[in-house]
Antibody, heavy 117, light 107 residues
Framework: EVQLLESGGDSVQRGGSLRLSCAAS????????MSWVRQAPGKGLEWVSG????????YYADSVKGRFTISRDNSRNTLYLQMNSLTAEDTAVYYC??????????WGQGALVTVSS | DIQMTQSPSSLSASVGDRVTITCRAS??????LNWYQQKPGKAPNLLIS???SLQSGVTSRFSGSGSGTDFTLTISSLQPEDFAVYYC?????????FGGGTKVEIK
């Protein structure tokens, strides 16, 4: 069974940093691209970032480019999102998602990030 | 960036109704269009990929159609478990983008 388990969500002050992790199991992790998708309270879904299976290519939404860094450790079956210079607009539930051709066929349960001023 | 516009943003319907949700892309995305269902407090769930391919385990009440810029999600006979928010998403070109969502409520 495919499972994705996010961790690292927390409350942080504006301007602070946080690193999210997503532990994957039940599939050959290195064969699949992965993404982070977020959802602000009461709002819709927003794609944040994606990374290819080998990790050689990364992609970002304009809203996080230069502040967030996606990475992966295929030996540990783990996806990461390093978030710096956080603002209130980054407050959201962050989901990691397994991507087949950038179609999100499996999602984690989400990690809540709250940025306070 | 490709903009995805869903309509309506919300609708009220009764059990047994046929429901149609539309999604329009700001440029040609061929058939790189996916539909997700999200229930309160839960992660989204993939229903349809490639505009019309039903995911394994998803009821055949759901169907998708379209190509290019115009797409539809149809629920043939609405059931109580179908009340949720539905999102379209283009998977053609990064940055990947979602529609604003359609909330399907009970009439």
């Amino acid at each position: 069974e495919v499972q994705l388990l996010e961790s690292g969500g927390d409350s942080v002050q504006r301007g602070g940093s946080l690193r999210l992790s997503c532990a994957a199991s039940g599939f050959t992790f290195s064969n699949y691209a992965m993404s982070w998708v977020r959802q602000a309270p009461g709002k819709g879904l927003e794609w944040v970032s994606g990374i290819t299976g080998s990790g050689d290519k990364t992609y970002y939404a304009d809203s996080v480019k230069g502040r967030f860094t996606i990475s992966r450790d295929n030996s540990r079956n783990t996806l990461y999102l390093q978030m710096n210079s956080l603002t209130a607009e980054d407050t959201a539930v962050y989901y990691c998602a397994k991507a087949g051709g950038w179609t999100f066929d499996c999602w984690g349960q989400g990690a809540l990030v709250t940025v306070s001023s | 960036d490709i903009q995805m516009t869903q309509s309506p943003s919300s609708l009220s319907a009764s059990v047994g109704d046929r429901v149609t949700i539309t999604c329009r892309a700001s440029q040609n995305i061929r058939r790189y269009l996916n539909w997700y269902q999200q229930k309160p407090g839960k992660a989204p769930n993939l229903l349809i990929s490639g505009a019309s391919s039903l995911q394994s385990g998803v009821t055949s009440r759901f169907s998708g159609s379209g190509s290019g810029t115009d797409f539809t999600l149809t629920i043939s006979s609405l059931q109580p478990e179908d009340f949720a928010v539905y999102y379209c998403q283009q998977s053609d070109i990064a940055p990947l983008t979602f529609g604003g969502g359609t909330k399907v409520e009970i009439k």
